[in-house]
C-alpha cells in the first residue's frame, strides 16, 4: 500500500494567516490526491479533488497543488469556521489510503 | 443531491459479526452513477477504505479485511450493506458509508453521518 505522509501533525494559527499543509506519497502517484476537511463528530468533506481541483461549492480560499510525491494544500486565509482536521488520500492505485490527519486550530 | 444514512446496531459482542447498513436518498443505486463504498475510523484515529459496491453487485475489499468482509446491495430498498466477521476491540470505530464516480476513481464526494460501533462484551 501507497503510505501518505501529512506535516505538520497539528498547527495553531491566527484568523487571517496563511496555512500550509504537506503531504508526500511513499511513490509516485501522478495527481491522483484528494484532501478533505473533518470537523468534530462530522463525516469529511470533500475539498479538493485530482491535487488541484475545487470541488463545487467550496470557498475559493482553499487550493491545492502538486504532483508525483509531494502536495500542498493552503488555507489563504484561515476563518474561524476552517478549525478541523485535514486529510490527503490517493486514488493511484489498490487500494486508496489516507494520510494520518493535520489538526487546525486558532491561536 | 445525494444523501447517505448509516445504520445498525451499535455494540456488538467480540467475535461476532458487524451489520451495517447505508439508506441512499436523492439519488438512484440503479442508476449506475456511483459506486458505494464503507470507510472507517477508529476512534481519535485516522480514515481506512473497507471495500466498495456497485449496483450490479460487484465488489472490491481492502486485501488488509478481504477475509472478514462482504457487502451487498438491494437496489429494490435504495440500500447497500456491511458485513464484519470475527470482530475484535480493534474494529471498534465510526463507519461511514460514501459514494465514488468510478471502480478505481475514488473520490468520495458523499458521505453518511456515520455510525460508531463498539465492539465490548
Known amino acids: 500500500d501507497i503510505q501518505m505522509t501529512q506535516s505538520p501533525s497539528s498547527l495553531s494559527a491566527s484568523v487571517g494567516d496563511r496555512v500550509t499543509i504537506t503531504c508526500q506519497a511513499s511513490?509516485?502517484?501522478?495527481?491522483?490526491l484528494n484532501w478533505y476537511q473533518q470537523k468534530p463528530g462530522k463525516a469529511p468533506k470533500l475539498l479538493i479533488y485530482?491535487?488541484?481541483n475545487l470541488q463545487t461549492g467550496v470557498p475559493s480560499r482553499f487550493s491545492g497543488s502538486g504532483s508525483g510525491t509531494d502536495f500542498t494544500f493552503t488555507i489563504s486565509s484561515l476563518q474561524p469556521g476552517d478549525i478541523a482536521t485535514y486529510y490527503c488520500q490517493h486514488y493511484d492505485n489498490f487500494p486508496p489510503t489516507f494520510g494520518q490527519g493535520t489538526k487546525v486550530e486558532i491561536k | 443531491q445525494v444523501q447517505l444514512q448509516e445504520s445498525g446496531p451499535g455494540l456488538v459482542k467480540p467475535s461476532q459479526t458487524l451489520s451495517l447498513t447505508c439508506t441512499v436518498s436523492g439519488g438512484s443505486i440503479s442508476s449506475g452513477d456511483y459506486y458505494w463504498s464503507w470507510i472507517r475510523q477508529p476512534p481519535g484515529k485516522g480514515l481506512d477504505w473497507i471495500g466498495y459496491i456497485y449496483y450490479s453487485g460487484s465488489t472490491s475489499y481492502n486485501p488488509s479485511l478481504k477475509s472478514r468482509v462482504t457487502m451487498a446491495v438491494d437496489t429494490s430498498k435504495n440500500q447497500f450493506s456491511l458485513k464484519l466477521n470475527s470482530v475484535t476491540a480493534a474494529d471498534t470505530a465510526v463507519y461511514y458509508c460514501?459514494?465514488?464516480?468510478?471502480?478505481?476513481?475514488?473520490?468520495?464526494?458523499?458521505w453518511g453521518q456515520g455510525a460508531l460501533v463498539t465492539v465490548s462484551s
Open positions: 460514501a459514494s465514488h464516480p468510478d471502480s478505481s476513481v475514488y473520490v468520495f464526494d458523499y
Open positions: 511513490q509516485d502517484i501522478n495527481n491522483y
Open positions: 485530482a491535487a488541484s
